[in-house]
């Protein structure tokens, strides 16, 4: 797959685990990328509120989901799950938006920031801030979402 660093703009970077949701976003030049405290995950999906605060706020235009896939590039049962709630995510947002393979981002996280045995949500918003450091480097393009199909 070739990869192309993508066009600037104020990108939201998510990384939805069970439990939560760890948040980073950029400036539309991808100078500086920042952390958010993380959210919890509800079952009514309320976090969305906070999400779309965020977006406003910060000005955002697009967002990323990481899909952590396996050392294969295969889909695994939370990659599922991350192509579902990025989904949700997209047709309740209207916004340009695309997946990213985190594999191993949690690891990288942990590495890279020396955080262990983190119960507050911090990395999970690392690991947001890695999947959008990746995604400046290589892409992809944000698409729009037809149908039930990324294009």
Same mark, same amino acid.
């Given at each position: 797959?070739?990869?192309?660093?993508?066009?600037?703009?104020?990108?939201?970077?998510?990384?939805?685990?069970?439990?939560?949701?760890?948040?980073?976003?950029?400036?539309?030049?991808?100078?500086?990328?920042?952390?958010?405290?993380?959210?919890?995950?509800?079952?009514?999906?309320?976090?969305?509120?906070? *999400?779309?605060?965020?977006?406003? =706020?910060?000005? /955002?235009?697009?967002? !990323?989901?990481?899909? #952590?896939?396996?050392?294969?590039?295969?889909?695994?049962?939370?990659?599922?799950?991350?192509?579902?709630?990025?989904?949700?995510?997209?047709?309740?947002?209207?916004?340009?938006?695309?997946?990213?393979?985190?594999?191993?981002?949690?690891?990288?996280?942990?590495?890279?920031?020396?955080?262990?045995?983190?119960?507050?949500?911090? *990395?999970?918003?690392?690991?947001? =801030?890695?999947? /959008?450091?990746?995604? !400046?480097?290589?892409? #992809?393009?944000?698409?729009?979402?037809?149908?039930?199909?990324?294009?």
């Amino acid at each position: 797959m070739k990869y192309c660093k993508p066009k600037s703009k104020s990108i939201l970077s998510l990384d939805v685990g069970l439990k939560r949701i760890g948040l980073a976003y950029c400036d539309s030049l991808f100078i500086t990328v920042n952390i958010l405290p993380a959210l919890k995950r509800e079952r009514n999906n309320n976090e969305i509120i906070i *999400i779309k605060e965020h977006i406003k =706020k910060h000005n /955002l235009t697009g967002f !990323i989901v990481g899909l #952590p896939l396996d050392e294969a590039g295969g889909m695994t049962s939370q990659a599922l799950d991350c192509k579902t709630y990025g989904e949700f995510l997209f047709n309740e947002l209207k916004l340009p938006f695309s997946f990213v393979n985190e594999h191993s981002s949690t690891w990288e996280s942990t590495n890279r920031f020396g955080v262990k045995k983190d119960k507050s949500g911090l *990395i999970d918003s690392l690991s947001a =801030k890695i999947i /959008l450091e990746q995604w !400046i480097q290589e892409g #992809p393009e944000l698409k729009e979402l037809v149908g039930n199909k990324q294009i």
